[in-house]
């Protein structure tokens, strides 16, 4: 006897939004709940979705730092007013025959640590989701040893992403990083201040 197979569908979460652009960043489709999430009016037309819809800076810069087939996979955090989000970008590729071309997608995940102000410093300096637990493990004071302990990985493999993280924010040392935290703490809650 075969086994019954049943078709499950998954609810997508309110919080999850889908964005569908071409290689160019043009917008080609956005749904109900990333128009929310990134601010737009209920019932945007296209024309004006064409016009005057942006993707986060944070997202812009990524995906226009990288190569379309090294897209796949990035993950990027940012903030819309006091509001944290997470966006995974994928390359679609149409199938032979298909009447498109390549596309950008775009899902948007509330964040529920959105107020943590490392999650804002990893969207500034475009780290990597590694670098962002190096740094919250420095940031707190722990040694590489024991970053390298919490995060199962070698103290040098700590090191290399200590270097990454360094060079990404334009800093010589770990007090530089320090500094920079701090700086970006201040700054990222001035940016999510209520008004």
Do not use: W
């Not at 080609?28 to 979705?49: F, N, R």
């Not at 810069?61 to 993950?75: E, F, H, Q």
């Not at 199938?95 to 410093?121: K, S, T």
């Amino acid at each position: 006897m075969q086994p019954r197979l049943r078709h499950q569908t998954r609810t997508p979460s309110s919080s999850d939004g889908l964005v569908l652009t071409d290689l160019s960043l043009k917008p080609l489709a956005v749904d109900q709940a990333a128009s929310k999430m990134l601010g737009m009016q209920q019932g945007t037309s296209k024309e004006e979705l064409e016009t005057s819809f942006v993707l986060p800076e944070e997202v812009m810069r990524t995906v226009r730092a990288r190569k379309p087939n090294d897209l796949s996979g990035v993950k990027v955090h940012f903030y819309v007013g006091k509001a944290g989000y997470s966006c995974r970008v994928s390359l679609l590729q149409p199938v032979a025959g298909a009447p498109f071309q390549p596309l950008l997608a775009f899902h948007i995940h509330e964040d529920a640590n959105g107020l943590d102000p490392m999650g804002y410093i990893a969207a500034q300096y475009d780290l990597t989701d590694r670098e962002h637990q190096v740094l919250k493990g420095i940031a707190v004071g722990l040694t590489c040893k024991e970053v390298a302990e919490q995060m199962s990985i070698s103290p040098n493999t700590v090191k290399a992403f200590l270097r990454l993280i360094m060079i990404k924010m334009g800093v010589t040392g770990r007090a530089g990083i320090i500094s920079k935290v701090l700086e970006c703490s201040q700054r990222g809650s001035d940016v999510r201040a209520p008004n």
